[in-house]
């Protein structure tokens, strides 16, 4: 079965420093990932994805993504964090069981960035 | 205008009693989509729809049965409502479920349901 990995609950940054939420990936077959962030009593929100291509993979909100076969991550980064970035951010693997597209989602990383 | 939309966005109930949750898109999209995020924040998929037709159905209770009258309206009724129910419920559309082809999907802004 598809998963994806969150290892931080919640990863701390100064405001102007860079920033990375990761998430490692568990998939038979192509991965096809991706990114949202929910901010306080919202819905989620699409950041990027990663379908074939350049690994590296740039999204909304100045975010980034990079996927790494060898290591099975794709790590969220953004080069110099905002206060308003803090939010909780999914990492997400499709999932084709069934014949249909669904999304698995990972456990959520809590970004804070501090003044 | 609002893409995906969630009515209520509170819903405050007793145990025992029945409940809908209606979602709306105004995004022409073809698949629709129930998330339910539980108090840790974990978000699993319940349902899916495409086209009126029920596609995805995950490990629910039977208590849950969703109804989509057409292609921009996915609703959640559920029956005799327990504590565990409490979380906030998500509705999601994208343009189609094909396996061939991944789209995103967009997320309404959530119906928070407390059973009491």
């Known amino acids: 079965a598809q998963s994806v990995a969150q290892p931080e609950d919640q990863v701390n940054v100064a405001e102007g420093n860079p920033l990375t939420v990761k998430c490692t990936y568990s998939?038979?077959?192509?991965?096809?990932l991706f990114w949202y962030v929910q901010y306080p009593n919202r819905g989620l929100q699409f950041l990027l994805k990663?379908?074939?291509?350049?690994?590296l993979v740039k999204g909304s909100y100045g975010f980034e993504a990079e996927f790494n076969k060898s290591q099975t991550s794709f790590h969220l980064k953004k080069p110099s964090a905002l206060v308003s970035d803090s939010a909780l951010y999914f990492c997400?693997?499709?999932?084709?069981?069934?014949?249909?597209?669904?999304?698995?989602f990972g456990a959520g990383t809590r970004l804070a960035v501090h003044p | 205008d609002t893409a995906v939309s969630q009515t209520p966005k509170y819903l405050v109930t007793q145990m025992g009693n029945d409940k809908s949750i209606k979602c709306e898109q105004n995004?022409?999209?073809?698949?629709m989509y129930w998330y339910k995020q539980d108090s840790k924040k974990f978000l699993k998929i319940m349902f899916s729809?495409?086209?009126?037709?029920?596609?995805i159905n995950e490990t629910v209770p039977n208590r849950f049965s969703p109804k989509s009258p057409d292609k921009a309206h996915l609703n959640l009724h559920i029956n005799s409502l327990e504590l565990g129910d409490s979380a906030v419920y998500f509705c999601?559309?994208?343009?189609?479920?094909?396996?061939?082809?991944?789209?995103?999907?967009?997320f309404g802004p959530g119906t928070r349901l407390t059973v009491t």
């Open positions: 999601a559309s994208s343009q189609g479920p094909l396996a061939g082809v991944t789209y995103e999907q967009y």
């Open positions: 998939v038979s077959g192509n991965p096809y």
């Open positions: 990663y379908i074939t291509g350049d690994n």
């Open positions: 997400a693997v499709r999932d084709l069981s069934g014949g249909y597209n669904k999304l698995i």
């Open positions: 995004l022409g999209h073809d698949t």
């Open positions: 729809y495409n086209n009126k037709e029920l596609i």
